[in-house]
């Protein structure tokens, strides 16, 4: 089993930053690919971005240039590095790990291991 911790989520004001991170744990194996996914209230989970096993990374549109997806592999933890947060960026954030390491998906259904979520807000 794999276990996935996030931890890093607060309440920030709009233009600040925040550093989520994400710990795993258990029979991860030695290639895997990580994602970040999120959920507002109201909407459904969304992608954020992805970073595969040979550290390609892929974002959606609405998070380029702000948020940098990095992975250290020797402690078996990702990061999601968030600036010039804006109040739409409010959501449970969700790490995910898919045991195919060169997919780097941006579809839920191909991740098959979660974390629980860490809420971060940004006020206005």
């Known amino acids: 089993q794999v276990q996935l911790v996030e931890s890093g989520g607060g309440l920030v004001q709009a233009g600040g930053s925040l550093r989520l991170s994400c710990a795993a744990s258990g029979r991860t194996g030695s290639m895997y690919a990580m994602g970040w996914f999120r959920q507002a209230p109201g909407k459904e989970r969304e992608f954020v971005a992805s970073i595969r096993s040979s550290g390609v990374t892929e974002y959606a549109d609405s998070v380029k240039g702000r948020l940098t997806i990095s992975r250290d592999n020797a402690k078996n933890t990702v990061y999601l590095q968030m600036i010039s947060l804006k109040p739409e960026d409010t959501a449970v954030y969700y790490c995910?790990?898919?045991?195919?390491?060169?997919?780097?998906?941006?579809?839920?259904?191909?991740?098959?291991?979660w974390g629980q979520g860490t809420q971060v807000t940004v006020s206005s």
């Open positions: 995910a790990l898919d045991v195919i390491g060169w997919r780097g998906s941006a579809s839920s259904a191909d991740y098959s291991y």
